[in-house]
T-cell receptor, first 111, second 122 residues
Framework: QSLLTQPPSVSGAPGQRVTISCTGS?????????VNWYQHLPGTAPKLLIY???NRPSGVSDRFSGSKSGTSASLAITGLQAEDEADYYC???????????FGGGTKVTVL | EVRLLESGGGLVQPGGSLRLSCAAS????????MTWVRQAPGKGLEWVSG????????YYAESVKGRFTISRDISKTTVYLQMNSLRADDTAVYYC???????????????WGQGTLITVSS
């Protein structure tokens, strides 16, 4: 059971907007630690999509955006494309564990 | 170009040991923290261990504390994960990853290797 809770799956039609939530607690997101988001296709290396809550690394499409409020964060994907089908993970730091934590992951399906 | 290449994976019996290596290139190795993350079959990503750029500070998930040891050799620009007392639930693909921020920890992980598979089974 991860300390960061994500929905197991979300889906949307091409062109739609989907959001993925990441709910933490006062020892991680609520303590002010940044949230990062990764995209992972099976058999490949995970890719950093969003860092420090809302920042995109160079080369990441602006269709991906992140936000954080209180003990939660969210990732939004606009203009959904078939290539966006992947698993998405939030990640933060937890002070009670003195280590990083990942959410359980959310599978995005493009209908 | 940043490159991370893991090696050392394979089949090991329960209770056995294995050492993973992650050869890094393309960046100022000693300035960035490094991390190991694993993914068990059918499961999500799990943070395993991290080490500061200097190698002085190390961090471990509760599930591996006391069994795994992370280290780095700056001269060889390589990070290691020594895994002892291996259990079936350690079976996973192990990825090494580089910290995004120079000198910082905790930090996001901006570059990842392709992973190496560890199977713990008799």
């Amino acid at each position: 059971q991860s300390l960061l809770t994500q929905p197991p799956s979300v889906s949307g039609a091409p062109g739609q907007r989907v959001t993925i939530s990441c709910t933490g607690s006062s020892s991680n997101i609520g303590a002010g630690y940044d949230v990062n988001w990764y995209q992972h296709l099976p058999g490949t290396a995970p890719k950093l999509l969003i860092y420090a809550n809302s920042n995109r690394p160079s080369g990441v499409s602006d269709r991906f955006s992140g936000s954080k409020s209180g003990t939660s964060a969210s990732l939004a994907i606009t203009g959904l494309q078939a290539e966006d089908e992947a698993d998405y993970y939030c990640q933060s730091y937890d002070s009670s564990l003195s280590g990083s934590v990942f959410g359980g992951g959310t599978k995005v399906t493009v209908l | 170009e940043v490159r991370l290449l893991e090696s050392g994976g394979g089949l090991v019996q329960p209770g056995g040991s294995l050492r993973l290596s992650c050869a890094a290139s393309g960046f100022a190795f000693s300035g960035y923290s490094m991390t190991w993350v694993r993914q068990a079959p059918g499961k999500g990503l799990e943070w395993v261990s991290g080490i500061s750029g200097s190698g002085i500070d190390t961090y471990y998930a509760e599930s591996v504390k006391g069994r795994f040891t992370i280290s780095r050799d700056i001269s060889k620009t390589t990070v290691y994960l020594q895994m002892n007392s291996l259990r079936a639930d350690d079976t996973a693909v192990y990825y090494c990853a580089k910290g995004l921020f120079f000198g910082g920890y905790p930090t996001p992980f901006d570059y990842w290797g392709q992973g190496t598979l560890i199977t713990v089974s008799s």
